[in-house]
């Protein structure tokens, strides 16, 4: 069983709050828009084992050690990752390639800063983008979540709340 915490849009910031919502997982993915450079994802990986994408805010040495995306198994899930996804019937034309191309089960994006776990039938996967915890952009609420992947299923997620 797997225990993750999925964040994205730090833009260079990580608070006590977001480190202790995610205190109890076993890994962390980001999808992406760390910001601080390789300063915050060092920092988030030397908390807990991080996976991570790039994101459009991001520069080129961050893109080195975490990739514009990622393709990888979970719990019996297979799981794509990139920071400008979209959502069903509107998926970004770059996203929408390695959507046709890995199949994923799961498929995690940020980029819009909402908050949004939504499933989408014709591709037979759930599409997860957990909004921004960083204070950068036009969100009102930081977000982050938690949930649990094991035996092919995706289960008990959690969802953290911060007032910006």
């Not at 019996?76 to 890995?102: C, E, F, I, N, W």
Request: proline share 5%.
């Amino acid at each position: 069983m797997a225990y993750i915490g999925l964040i994205s849009d730090t833009h260079g910031v990580f608070d006590p709050q977001f480190r202790e919502f995610l205190e109890p997982v076993d890994e962390i993915w980001h999808a992406g828009d760390f910001g601080g450079g390789m300063e915050l994802a060092e920092k988030i990986a030397e908390f807990k084992p991080l996976k991570g994408v790039a994101g459009n805010c991001d520069n080129h040495d961050l893109r080195f050690i975490h990739p514009l995306h990622r393709c990888f198994d979970c719990g019996g899930l297979k799981v794509l990752m990139t920071h400008v996804g979209g959502y069903p019937g509107r998926y970004d034309s770059r996203a929408r390639q390695l959507l046709d191309r890995y199949r994923p089960d799961i498929f995690v994006c940020g980029h819009s800063h909402i908050l949004k776990v939504v499933r989408d039938p014709g591709r037979d996967m759930l599409v997860i983008n957990p909004g921004a915890a960083g204070i950068q952009g036009f969100h009102l609420v930081r977000t982050a979540l938690r949930f649990h992947i094991d035996d092919g299923r995706i289960h008990d997620m959690e969802v953290f709340e911060l007032d910006r």
